[in-house]
């Protein structure tokens, strides 16, 4: 089930006779479909509206993908970054959290479904066939839910079995959902982690809009488990907020009631940080969100954050009942300088490459278990 209605789709004519777009519009035959030549001006016309995001979410858009839809993870600068590399399956998200940095990133208000899944994969491809020697980690999640839209067209059937395959290739779905029956099935011998975003109880109510509660996305998690699927968390934004610790220690309490640490290869821990255009466009459209109301100043990339002494005292409590749970999880920070590593962890990489090599490290391991 979609987290939104879908009000209408519009189909570009290129894309029209593609089996994915014949898939899409069975699984949506009670949607009104119109026919585009022109989607550029279609797109023109949907940001002279007001909130056009918001519209956008409701508004469908089917299409193909021109140019390079496997790219690396957008890093900061004078921080260290995981390597990671970002697959462009779907553009935008028909969840509306207040703090989405994709609200003031996408040149494309539209729920965007690209078709040319054969380009797709064939990109994929190529890409690891060039590099035999390291395990590379490539994802769908930035641009996206990854599995958001599962009910209108299961991507995971493509993505997993291709990623099952692959000798060198990890892939990771990253989601606010509990979306998951349509992997269940699937041979995904460990090639493939699933993922989740955390946050309190509270705070998904208040800022994370058309989203499955903490509840559901761990029983999701639970689910995926039984499987045999290596698991992921990201606690990311981490927000920092009155009662912070006993709402964010709650989280992880009630996290591995149900999940085994054995079977999570990662969490990575996150602070709030947002570019400067994006406090004026969420104000605009979550009047009431709080997000934005902490003491947050810019950084050497330009993005605010809170101060580091608040960062670090985030990242080492909430590490510390993380490892209370399970000592040897592999814990990460995102896009954090050296300095804060080592106030955190007492220990940093070396650099990204050497973050890379330690991701690689355990992804072999786990693969063996």
């Not at 109301?293 to 909430?318: C, N, S």
């Not at 749970?325 to 990489?349: H, N, Q, R, T």
Request: net charge neutral; hydrophobic share 35%.
């Amino acid at each position: 089930m979609l987290p939104i209605q879908i009000e209408k789709i519009y189909l570009d004519e290129k894309a029209e006779k593609d089996s994915v777009s014949q898939t899409i519009l069975k699984a949506l035959s009670n949607i009104p479909v119109e026919r585009v030549q022109d989607k550029r001006a279609l797109i023109k016309q949907f940001f002279s509206m007001p909130d056009p995001i918001g519209v956008g979410k409701k508004h469908l858009l089917i299409t193909h993908f021109y140019g390079r839809r496997l790219k690396p993870c957008p890093g900061t600068s004078n921080h260290i970054c995981c390597g990671y590399y970002v697959i462009n399956a779907i553009t935008n998200c028909p969840m509306d959290c207040s703090y989405c940095v994709l609200q003031g990133y996408l040149n494309n208000p539209f729920l965007t479904l690209y078709t040319n899944w054969d380009d797709l994969l064939q990109e994929i491809e190529a890409f690891l066939s060039n590099d035999h020697q390291s395990l590379l980690r490539l994802g769908t999640g930035e641009l996206s839910d990854s599995l958001a839209l599962e009910s209108i067209f299961p991507f995971s059937q493509f993505l997993i079995p291709f990623f099952s395959e692959r000798h060198n290739g990890i892939l990771e779905l990253k989601t606010k959902s509990a979306n998951v029956n349509s992997l269940l099935h699937l041979n995904h011998r460990g090639k493939t982690v699933v993922s989740w975003s955390l946050n309190p109880s509270k705070m998904i109510e208040e800022e994370e809009m058309r989203t499955a509660p903490l509840k559901e996305r761990i029983e999701a998690a639970r689910r995926c488990q039984e499987k045999g699927y290596p698991l992921g968390f990201h606690f990311d934004p981490i927000i920092y907020h009155e009662n912070w610790e006993k709402e964010y220690q709650q989280t992880v309490n009630q996290l591995f009631k149900q999940i085994d640490p054995q079977r999570v290869v990662w969490i990575s821990l996150g602070g709030f940080r947002y570019p400067p255009k994006l406090k004026a466009i969420a104000g605009e459209r979550f009047p009431k969100t709080k997000v934005f109301l902490g003491e947050l100043f810019p950084g050497r990339d330009a993005k605010f954050r809170y101060l580091q002494e608040i960062r670090v005292e985030m990242y080492q409590k909430i590490a510390r009942w993380l490892r209370e749970m399970g000592p040897d999880l592999f814990i990460y920070l995102c896009m954090e300088s050296e300095e804060v590593w080592e106030k955190v962890f007492g220990w940093a990489p070396s650099s990204s490459r050497h973050l890379n090599q330690l991701f690689e490290e355990r992804v072999k391991e786990f693969i063996k278990k």
